[in-house]
């Protein structure tokens, strides 16, 4: 499953820069004025797993394939988009296709930067962006509730549903929340991802600081974390100058270039951390002489769960699955070891996977 972040933020807040580093192209345009990007930028990126290589290593594997991460550059979003103002609603749909947003905010000080609102405030630029998006889904949901109120005055199940959950959204809405800080069962889990609401989708504020805040943050982004524990949503401090000038680095120079800064791997890492963790995700591997490769799924998923994510006829036929804590892979040199050692488990379709276990799929079609 590949993961897709909607980046947003105002114009000027260093979305594109950002955008850029992460993909490691020029892809998006940086510039400084206001809507600068004007069509959506997408960006596919292999996510950081140094695991990986230590799997390879053993296993002999010809080929390394990291799992994957789409990031979707949103134009510069200003007072009044939900309402056309500036290049308006067009932007929104690129963010409901999206499974998280990162909520880029501007956490440095710098004359020769023009910021839209004339004052740097991450809190309220904050606050502009999430105020736009619960217009819009206050506007899309109030649009329903008429029909859903006829067809559950007829019984139909289905709308009865939805219009109990359109209603505990709009109660959230009308309060100034955004729909995320609802409470909602979860058997109504699949019902509510249906509303495709902007403000129910995980939330991750990334702070964009100047290079001598990029290890331990500044004031501005201290602010902004406390605002993102407020807003049930998670904050990471990252500095997109930083993280374009290591993206035209070798790998080599990386390590001494972070070194320098005193951090101790580029923000793109953390980004994806906090973005796994806020959507409940986790990697398990496959390795071979072959490939070496991770994927990504639920935490919580079943064995035949994760096999699906090879191949629907995996999850059709499983029969078990043959399972190695990844530190007992390297530890004991492999499969042959792991087997010798009786540290490989056969786990049938009720097993859930854990992170880092190294699976072999036995099925049957």
């Known amino acids: 499953m590949a993961?897709?972040?909607?980046?947003?933020?105002?114009?000027?807040?260093?979305?594109?820069?950002?955008?850029?580093?992460?993909?490691?192209?020029?892809?998006?345009?940086?510039?400084?004025?206001?809507?600068?990007?004007?069509?959506?930028?997408?960006?596919?990126?292999?996510?950081?797993?140094?695991?990986?290589?230590a799997l390879a290593k053993v296993a002999g594997s010809k080929e390394i394939l990291p799992a994957r991460i789409n990031f979707v550059d949103v134009a510069g979003l200003v007072r009044g988009a939900s309402k056309g103002e500036g290049l308006g609603n067009q932007f929104l749909a690129n963010i409901?296709?999206?499974?998280a947003v990162a909520f880029v905010a501007r956490c440095f000080e710098d004359d020769d930067i023009t910021h839209v609102e004339g004052r740097v405030d991450p809190i309220s630029d904050l606050e502009i962006i999430e105020t736009e998006l619960m217009l819009a889904d206050l506007e899309s949901l109030e649009k329903r509730v008429n029909n859903l109120e006829k067809r559950a005055k007829v019984g139909d199940k289905d709308s009865i549903t939805t219009l109990r959950l359109v209603n505990l959204a709009l109660e959230q809405l009308n309060q100034g929340r955004p729909a995320r800080t609802a409470t909602i069962p979860e058997e109504d889990d699949k019902a509510w991802r249906m509303l495709q609401l902007l403000t129910s989708k995980p939330a991750l504020y990334v702070c964009n600081v100047d290079e001598g805040s990029a290890s331990d943050g500044n004031a501005h982004s201290a602010r902004v974390a406390e605002r993102a524990a407020r807003d049930h949503a998670n904050s990471v401090v990252i500095s997109a100058q930083i993280e374009s000038e290591i993206a035209m680095l070798d790998s080599a120079e990386r390590g001494e270039f972070l070194e320098t800064l005193g951090l101790i791997e580029p923000g793109l890492n953390r980004l994806i951390?906090?973005?796994?963790?806020?959507?409940?995700?986790?990697?398990?591997?496959?390795?071979g002489p072959k490939e070496a490769r991770a994927w990504t799924i639920p935490v919580g998923a079943t064995a035949p769960q994760a096999a699906g994510v090879i191949h629907t006829d995996f999850e059709k036929g499983f029969i078990?699955?043959?399972?190695?804590?990844?530190?007992?892979?390297?530890?004991?040199?492999?499969?042959?070891?792991?087997r010798e050692a009786g540290r490989m488990r056969a786990e049938g379709k009720e097993y859930l996977v854990q992170d880092g276990d190294v699976m072999n799929f036995r099925f049957n079609v």
């Not at 020029?26 to 930028?41: D, R």
């Not at 409940?280 to 591997?285: M, V």
Request: proline share 6%.
């Open 3 to 53: 993961l897709k972040v909607a980046i947003v933020g105002l114009p000027n807040v260093g979305k594109s820069t950002l955008f850029n580093a992460l993909t490691q192209t020029a892809a998006a345009q940086a510039a400084n004025y206001p809507f600068c990007t004007i069509e959506p930028n997408f960006g596919d990126v292999a996510v950081p797993e140094p695991r990986l290589e």
């Open 96 to 99: 409901r296709d999206c499974d």
């Open 273 to 287: 951390r906090e973005a796994y963790k806020l959507l409940g995700l986790q990697t398990y591997f496959t390795a």
């Open 320 to 338: 078990r699955a043959e399972t190695i804590a990844f530190e007992d892979y390297v530890r004991l040199n492999g499969e042959a070891g792991a």
